[in-house]
């Protein structure tokens, strides 16, 4: 495994510093321009290697064929080139820590900022290990650059080496996932991938078939604006009412912060505007339709409440379906987790499937009729300051990369369907 390190954490270091973060607020595709920046190196990149029928496409997806040299499904790959919106992502300076001795990470610039093996024992487990982090004030961008490194250093290594036996590869990396636009309608079709994977996990071993179901909601204020000395009796103000709202919501159940393994959630994500008019913008998660559901009504149930209080004001609320659990769909034919797990196995690596509480491309991916289950790469910490991921942890993830389309050419002799996934 060792052979990939180095290439991997010079194109970690190198994705990590490119600014690429998408932009909810946007209307555009990809969300913001500064995405085609690395969505064009990897274009370029693709190219030089040799892959085939490389391109950009118009909605933002770099496709490319790794060329088969035995028979077997056609196996799609996927990581995304965006970073979360949730955190600075600009100015990102990735850096290595070789060999980490099991002590405190400090960040230069952020004396006040520690990464510590007790407050993440996953960490406690890379002694030895070389650790990528940021410097403090941003996000890394491992979520899902280390996706990206490990696919591009993969398809690399298959493309110099055609005596590795491997069937048809697809390779996709896609804008916009972190706001829940990464797969456009048009992908599955240009995909044309008889299954596929997402490299979009975390710990070593994660080979995941069950995510959360997702909607978004976005809730509007109208009130009454008049001059404040001039607003007895008249003046409504939306500021007010949009904190009677996210007050009205449960505050010590269903939070993300209240939540944990099954259990779904009401978050608010944003509020903006003013006394006359306001915003507010939510997520809605949980593993099962019926639940989602009635997360949405009790959201609309609180603004018709405060809405009643008053009259003069105009409510309303917004809810708009973002992806389904993939687990309704990979249970009917547990082919591709199947043929992970035994990959993972093969290597000494226990799989573990546990439900993610997120979402990935696999999810709208297997929903919209392309089987795509999720598989680690090792981040850690994602969508903020103390973000890091272990090359080692990543070349692990390459090596399982490999072991699985070597694997995938005798799917066809091999049957795996009807297989039990482990818990």
């Known amino acids: 495994m060792t052979q990939f390190n180095a290439e991997l954490e010079t194109r970690l270091t190198r994705y990590a510093a490119i600014d690429s973060q998408s932009n909810d607020d946007s209307a555009s595709q990809p969300s913001s321009d500064i995405q085609f920046t690395i969505l064009r190196l990897l274009e370029s990149e693709l190219r030089e290697i040799g ?10 997806t770099v496709l490319a064929t790794i060329p088969g040299t035995a028979p077997g499904p056609t196996v799609g790959f996927l990581a995304h ?31 006040d900022l520690s990464l510590t093996p007790d ?3 996953y960490l406690a487990t890379k002694l030895g290990h070389d650790i990528i982090t940021a410097s403090g004030t941003t996000l890394l961008g491992a979520d899902d650059k280390a996706g990206v490194a490990i696919l591009m250093t993969a398809a690399r290594h298959l493309l110099a080496h055609p005596e590795l036996k491997h069937p048809t590869l697809r390779i996709a990396f896609t804008p916009d996932e972190e706001i829940g636009r990464g797969v456009d309608p048009r992908l599955p079709t240009d995909l044309a991938a008889d299954f596929a ?29 008049i001059h404040p000395g001039l607003a007895k009796d008249k003046l409504v103000n939306a500021v007010h009412l949009a904190s009677k709202i996210i007050q009205t919501l449960p505050q010590t159940t269903l939070t993300p912060e209240t939540t944990s393994d099954r259990q779904g959630f009401i978050h608010a994500t944003d509020m903006s505007g003013g006394a006359s008019e ?21 959201l609309q149930q609180v603004c018709a409440t405060v809405g009643a209080t008053e009259p003069r004001a105009e409510i309303t609320c917004t809810i708009k379906p973002q992806y389904r659990n993939m687990r309704y769909w990979l249970e009917q034919d547990l082919t591709p987790v199947t043929l992970a797990q035994n990959a993972a196995k093969s290597l000494g690596i226990p799989p573990v499937s546990v439900p993610i509480r997120g979402g990935t491309d696999g999810s709208r991916l297997t929903e919209m009729g392309i089987p795509c289950p999720n598989l680690f790469t090792g981040m ?4 903020g300051p103390l973000e890091w991921v272990s090359v080692q942890d990543m070349s692990q993830a390459t090596d399982f990369c490999l072991t699985l389309v070597q694997m995938a050419a005798l799917a066809e002799t091999t049957p795996l369907k009807g297989t039990p996934p482990a818990n």
Not at 51 to 60: R, S
Not at 200 to 217: C, L, N, P, R, T
């Open 51 to 60: 892959a085939t029928n490389v391109q950009l496409t118009n909605y933002g």
């Open 81 to 111: 080139v965006d970073t979360a919106p949730q955190f600075n992502a600009t100015g990102v300076k990735p850096r290595v820590i070789r060999g980490y001795n099991g002590g405190a990470i400090s960040f230069p610039d952020n004396p």
């Open 119 to 121: 407050e993440f024992p």
């Open 197 to 225: 994977y997402t490299f979009d996990g975390g710990a070593v071993g994660e080979i995941e078939y069950e995510s959360f179901s997702a909607d978004g909601a976005v809730v509007k204020i109208k009130g009454v604006s």
């Open 278 to 298: 306001m915003t507010i913008k939510f997520i809605l998660r949980d593993f099962e339709r019926d639940g989602l559901a009635a997360l949405g009504s009790l």
């Open 380 to 383: 850690q910490n994602i969508h």
